[in-house]
């Protein structure tokens, strides 16, 4: 179909799909992420539902045409709810012969595959281990192939552009991206209108970037190796405004809505690493909404200045990853010693020490529940999707602010990079939060009295008239004054505790996401899991096995009725991307015996592999 015309070229058909899976792969410098973005959002101006999956190398710059400098992008969009970026591809559109080799394993076979064949020379075929030419033997047979000359394709459309080779060549993603475009009927209109506002500076690169969209959106028209288009209706959502986001952006528009529903100053203190930096870089954009974002200089550093902040009478945040948790640990500690509100946000990736710093994990989990020197419980929550990053950050304001206690939410590298289309709520839908500071000296107890319903003490802004008072990293009194008495201190130890354990109170029960109690197998999850867990569970209900599934936000305390709901099954897989965490801390509170579903490969579930372990399981 021609974008000007509107009209399908002759002897071509167009087929109509439910859903397509697209990989893009190329180097780091190829524009990977970007195209993969504009995809996206294209397709969810489309109407389609999406969900993306960002693969992307540790190194800034890794060599050129090397398997470990390989990019990689996936995206799946469809014309009903989609809860994963999809597991093998449909379409693999690969910039080099890394690429290729990296990528091909995950093409569906009878796959469409568009590979720049401009790249395929023998120096690129070596440092992707190729003894020959992939494109010229049949190695490739499983799949429909579609070499395509996209360097000197956009050459040609620039020639006299006035650009030099240099930036011409880094339109050709923008060639890619047309022939897309093409082949599953998107609109150019809106990558067109990010270029125009992306170099309104430089309308040069935007005409060029443009100029080479068409050109590989009339090249895919033209030739006559593409028989079939293909369309993929709107998916039918709910009514509402939606935006597309990622977890780290949810996380900080969600501080931004805290701050109005609070009406406290949100003061996060972060230092940049991988991958919550973005959150960082987010929150710095919101200063007009209550949100001070303030860069520290070291781990340490920012998570101190957030806790001044929450002395202070705002709500102090810190967000990190794994390896800034170990060092925030004795500042977490004094904050859960002096009881004042606080979110710790806590990306996780794969470890230990640098470990895959671009890829996700889930292995934190037990630092997050025991990861503090003497006895210190504190409440830990998980989101479950890019979106649910948002409502979990309001959830642990809530907890935090109520209970006078510092709150870690668990986000993960799959979240913090991954889209999906989110409706926006309406304001009306988020409740308010009431700070709940003491201002009447009369109602003075002392600094740690404590209110009987929570057993939170009361939050005080220095200087209020009439309420000196003191707070520290040393053992009090419910005064407030320093206390070495031993029995004083095991009662504060247990009251801390058992303030946490309260907050069961204020939770949601345990309930099951999809299946009955009387299933013969339960899969449990949580954080960034659910997606792939669900639809693995529909798809196997939907065979008539039975199983259900369970997903938990709420990891310490742990809702009411789990317990119970866990023994009323024969079986309970609990799956993680860890080597067990979950599973050992569920064992050994309830002291139930449970199965294991583990992977550590830096890469999220597929619903498959989940597919695969309930059917094993069931056909025992």
């Known amino acids: 179909m021609s974008e000007e015309s509107g009209t399908q070229t002759a002897s071509r058909k167009r087929e109509r799909l439910d859903e397509v899976t697209i990989r893009l792969a190329g180097d780091s410098g190829d524009g990977i992420q970007v195209t993969g973005g504009q995809l996206t959002s294209t397709s969810a101006l489309a109407g389609n539902d999406v969900a993306t999956l960002p693969d992307y190398p540790a190194e800034i710059r890794a060599p050129a045409g090397t398997l470990p400098g390989v990019s990689g992008f996936q995206l799946q969009f469809s014309s009903h709810d989609i809860m994963t970026p999809g597991d093998a591809s449909d379409v693999l559109v690969a910039f080099n012969p890394a690429a290729l080799r990296t990528n091909l394993s995950d093409l569906k076979p009878g796959g469409i595959l568009i590979v720049n064949k401009d790249t395929f020379v023998d120096t690129n075929l070596k440092k992707a281990g190729y003894a020959h030419n992939p494109l010229e033997d049949d190695s490739l047979s499983g799949c429909r192939v579609f070499p395509v000359s996209m360097t000197a394709l956009t050459r040609e459309a620039l020639k006299d552009s006035g650009l030099s080779v240099r930036e011409i060549d880094r339109c050709k993603n923008f060639f890619a991206l047309g022939m897309v475009y093409w082949l599953y009927q998107r609109s150019l209109q809106p990558t067109i209108g990010w270029l125009e506002a992306k170099f309104k500076h430089r309308p040069e ?9 068409r050109a590989g959106y009339n090249y895919a028209n033209t030739i006559r190796a593409f028989q079939t288009s293909y369309e993929v209706p709107p998916a039918r959502l709910a009514p509402g405004t939606y935006r597309n986001i990622d977890g780290n952006e949810a996380i900080a528009l969600a501080l931004a809505t805290v701050a109005h529903k609070s009406g406290l100053r949100v003061v996060l203190g972060s230092y940049p690493i991988t991958p919550a930096s973005t959150i960082l870089h987010m929150a710095s954009r919101l200063h ?16 101190g200045a957030a806790v001044g902040a929450s002395f202070a009478g705002g709500l102090g945040v810190t967000s990190t990853s794994g390896p800034g948790m170990v060092l925030k640990t004795e500042i977490l500690g004094l904050a859960g010693m002096v009881e004042l509100p606080l979110i710790v946000i806590d990306v996780q990736r ?15 989990l037990l630092m997050a529940l025991c990861g503090r020197h003497a006895e210190l419980p504190l409440p830990v929550l998980a989101a ?27 986000s993960e590298g799959y979240l913090a990079s991954g889209a999906e289309p989110w409706r926006v709520p309406e304001p009306d839908e988020i409740p308010a939060i009431e700070p709940g500071f003491l201002t009447d000296p009369g109602e003075h107890r002392g600094s740690y009295a404590r209110d009987p319903r929570t057993l939170a003490r009361p939050w005080i802004k220095p200087g209020t008239p009439g309420l000196q008072h003191r707070v520290g990293g040393l053992e009090k009194d419910e005064h407030g004054d320093v206390s070495y008495d031993p029995f004083n201190h095991e009662r504060m130890v247990r009251l801390r505790a058992a303030k946490v354990s309260g907050m069961v109170e204020a939770i949601p029960p345990a309930v099951l996401e999809a299946g009955e109690p009387t299933d013969e197998l339960l899969v449990v999850g949580w954080g960034g899991t659910y ?11 939907a065979e008539g096995l039975a199983v259900a599934s369970l997903h938990l936000r709420y990891l310490h305390p742990l809702p009411r009725g789990l ?9 309970v897989l609990v799956a993680e991307l860890n080597t067990g965490q979950l599973r050992r801390w569920l064992q050994s509170e309830f002291a139930i015996e449970l199965e294991g579903l583990n992977k550590v490969q830096g890469l999220p579930f597929r619903v498959g592999e989940i597919r695969e372990r309930i059917a094993a399981i069931l056909g025992d």
């Open 563 to 571: 317990h119970d709901l866990l023994r009323r099954f024969a079986r």
């Open 205 to 213: 690169l935007a005409a060029a970037n443009e100029a080479v969209l």
């Open 531 to 541: 997606g792939a867990i669900t639809q693995a569970v529909r798809e196997a209900r």
């Open 288 to 303: 007009a909404h209550d949100v001070l974002a303030y860069q520290a200089e070291d781990e340490i550093a920012s998570i």
């Open 350 to 364: 794969a470890g230990p020490s640098t470990g895959l710093p671009t890829k996700t994990e889930q292995a934190d």
């Open 384 to 410: 479950a999707t890019p979106g649910d990053c948002f409502w979990m950050t309001i959830e642990a304001a809530r907890l935090a602010i109520r209970y006078r206690t510092p709150v870690i939410l668990l």
